[in-house]
């Protein structure tokens, strides 16, 4: 990675009317990442990669292409090519004249531009695929060839917006697969735009998870699922059990809270004192059958619904100090609860995350909210 | 349920309108082929003698060029301005766009004798002598709608998408249309401007009031039956019906080629060998 970034957002806000889309965005994508913009329908993410592309010009705030302003450059004149949602092939050209549609604007001569779509076919794992129409392709292959047409032009930077939100669900896995090895085989700098988080984590250098046209974390995979900035994040990455409680005292990263009147232990960085939200995974949550004698301390509910995940059983508790279900993940290993059967719940401390939380603030949702895993 | 009674009564309904629609049609094709003057039964026997007639005709043949001229002049224009105005109207989002269209297509409903007294009255307004060129000006305001309809209705269809993904490509305007607008709808534009050429070359109205001292064919039509009546006049509308039925097969077959072309896009076709595996 060079020093410069590839993509720089300068103060980008943009408006429809008097519908604010995006506010005051500040981000750098850099040489050769893998950047995906994450967020639900309506979050900005869609705009902000057409302000990029240059099919929309930015209300205020500036675009830097590898150091050059392009605020005032239309789509035409950027070094940026798309795949789009849909297939957006030229229904009157076979492949090669697809592929070789932006080499042809460009005036590149026949030789190099047979040699470079071919590359460019090659790279998609699509070979001899040139006199093929349109319509004589499956919705994969579509977007492998309108992946290869923009990487044929050799872009600062190939933006993607949804590409696989319109594929089955088994042809969008491989098609994950294929889309991080040609990124790995080019090199080329990609800023992704997707509504699905699983899509996110499994493909992205770093994510940034956009909200209501701002921004509200930019971190590794990692980073955004085990350290979310906000409840918004918690629950957008992943699933999340976001729990209100109050942190009672901290000492380095070992913070005890208290939930529902019971004492727990919490490792988080940063904590303070006060109110604050317990951001807790479902795989974090161990269920047990409930033991004779429980003690005061132990939270106890009762299970609500069981889902076999093939990995493992998915299970809501309703635990009965507290006013909502708690989503758990168990091992396919761990023996099945059923419906009904009285339970206890118990966390690693290790594995759960404080958020900071206004006295009378309530998640957006509901406490106990949790997002459906592809949230449409 | 339809009953077999109910049933024959409808078929007869339906052999009678046909009857009407086109028996009228068929005798004076009919007649055409008469051997004799006669254009009344009996039937006396097939002659290609009026065909011969009119192809020997100076008159006949100096109206037909007028008539091509003015219906190739007419299409051309149409053609040219229609495509513009559609295209124009279509990729635009101004306010102006509704009620443009409805300025740019709202002729279609004007009569012809309208259309015709009101151009006679403004080109002697302006003192412009009447000729052909006036025919086919006069001949643009009628078939101009008709045009502009349909190469509207043809690219409003289209995916606009198609030409972002042009523009991201580096193509700029005039390039997205060359390259990516023209090549999905000019069958239906050629089509169109078939259709205008048809409307032109047979259009008798306006033609009437604007025309002045030359002919087309409806002109020497008309102006022949006020003196004679023979079967030469049959064997000429057969052939302007003849013409006019094709000009409109190739409209049709250029329309409903480019919407198969389409539909064959929008709904891809998943072929088992070639499923998505390479």
Same mark, same amino acid.
């Given at each position: ?7 720089? /957002? ?21 040489? #050769? ?8 329908? #309506? ?51 076979? !492949? ?33 695929? =040139? ?7 499956? #919705? ?137 939200? /317990? ?5 974090? !949550? ?10 005061? =301390? ?27 279900? /708690?989503?758990? =993940? ?35 949702? #509901? ?10 | ?12 309904? &339906?052999?009678?309108?046909? %009857? ?5 049609? @068929?005798?004076?094709? @009919? ?39 003015? $219906? ?37 409903? @004007? *009569? ?16 412009? &002598?009447?000729?052909? $060129? ?27 998408? %198609?030409?972002? +993904?042009?523009?991201?490509?580096? $193509? ?8 990516? &607008?023209? *090549? ?7 089509? +169109?401007?078939?259709? +205008? ?26 102006? &022949? ?14 052939? %302007?019906?003849?013409?006019?039925? @094709? ?25 088992? $060998? ?5």
């Amino acid at each position: 990675m060079s020093g410069e970034p590839r993509v720089r /957002l300068e103060g980008v806000s943009h408006r429809f009317g008097d519908v604010a889309a995006l506010r005051d965005i500040e981000l750098d994508v850099a040489d #050769g990442e893998l950047l995906t913009l994450l967020g639900p329908s #309506g979050c900005g993410k869609t705009t902000l990669l057409r302000i990029v592309a240059g099919f929309e010009r930015p209300t205020t705030g500036r675009v830097l292409l590898a150091g050059e302003d392009v605020t005032d450059r239309p789509a035409h004149r950027r070094a940026t090519n798309m795949v789009f949602q849909r297939s957006t092939l030229f229904p009157h050209l076979d !492949v090669f004249g697809n592929v070789a549609f932006g080499l042809r604007v460009a005036g590149v001569p026949r030789a190099e531009q047979e040699e470079r779509v071919r590359e460019a076919l090659r790279l998609v794992s699509l070979e001899g695929y =040139e006199h093929r129409r349109s319509h004589e392709l499956s #919705g994969g292959q579509m977007q492998r060839i309108a992946l290869a047409r923009a990487l044929v032009n050799r872009p600062q930077v190939l933006l993607l917006d949804e590409p696989l939100a319109a594929l089955d669900l088994k042809i969008r896995l491989d098609m994950e697969a294929e889309l991080r090895r040609v990124h790995r085989e080019t090199g080329a700098t990609f800023l992704y735009v997707t509504h699905d988080q699983r899509e996110a984590m499994a493909l992205s250098d770093r994510i940034v998870v956009m909200n209501a046209g701002a921004v509200e974390q930019v971190g590794t995979p990692a980073e955004v699922y085990g350290r979310p900035a906000s409840t918004f994040a918690a629950r957008f990455v992943g699933d999340a059990n976001v729990l209100p409680v109050d942190v009672l005292d901290v000492s380095g990263d070992d913070v005890s809270v208290s939930l529902a009147e019971r004492r727990r232990q919490v490792t988080c960085a940063g904590a303070r004192g006060g109110p604050a939200w /317990l951001v807790l995974r479902p795989e974090a !949550v161990q269920v047990e059958r409930l033991a004779r004698e429980a003690g005061a =301390e132990a939270l106890t509910g009762i299970v609500r619904d069981v889902a076999f995940r093939g990995t493992g059983f998915q299970y809501r508790i309703a635990v009965d100090a507290l006013e909502a279900e /708690l989503k758990a =993940e168990a091992p396919a290993s761990s023996p099945e609860l059923a419906v009904d059967e009285r339970v206890t719940v118990n966390w690693t401390p290790s594995a759960c995350w404080l958020l900071p939380r206004d006295d009378d603030a309530r998640a957006p949702g #509901g406490p106990l909210a949790t997002r459906e895993e592809t949230p449409a | 349920m339809t009953g077999p009674g109910r049933s024959g009564l409808a078929g007869a309904f &339906t052999v009678a309108g046909v %009857l009407f629609l086109w028996g009228p049609l @068929l005798v004076v094709v @009919l007649f055409s082929l008469h051997s004799t003057a006669a254009l009344s039964f009996p039937f006396r026997g097939f002659s290609l003698r009026w065909y011969e007639e009119i192809f020997s005709s100076a008159e006949v043949r100096s109206a037909a060029e007028n008539s091509v001229i003015v $219906a190739t002049v007419t299409a051309a224009t149409t053609l040219l301005l229609g495509t513009l105005a559609a295209y124009g109207l279509t990729r635009t989002s101004s306010r102006a766009r509704g009620p443009l269209a409805l300025l740019f297509f709202l002729p279609i409903t @004007l *009569p012809g004798l309208f259309i015709g007294t009101a151009l006679l009255v403004a080109f002697a307004r302006v003192e412009v &002598t009447l000729s052909l $060129a006036t025919v086919a000006a006069a001949h643009l305001v009628y078939v101009f709608p008709f045009f502009f309809l349909i190469a509207r209705a043809a690219l409003d269809r289209l995916d606009p998408a %198609l030409e972002e +993904a042009a523009a991201d490509l580096g $193509a700029g305007r005039w390039l997205v249309f060359r390259r990516v &607008t023209l *090549p999905q709808v000019w069958p239906v534009l050629v089509g +169109a401007a078939c259709l +205008a050429f048809a409307l032109s070359f047979d259009e008798f109205v306006i033609t009437f009031f604007v025309i002045g001292p030359d002919s087309t064919l409806p002109m020497f039509i008309w102006s &022949t039956l006020r003196r004679t009546i023979d079967p030469s006049i049959n064997a000429i509308s057969t052939l %302007l019906l003849l013409f006019t039925l @094709l000009l409109f097969v190739v409209t049709f077959a250029l329309t409903s080629w480019s919407e198969r072309r389409r539909r064959g896009s929008a709904e891809p076709l998943v072929v088992p $060998a070639l499923k998505d595996a390479p």
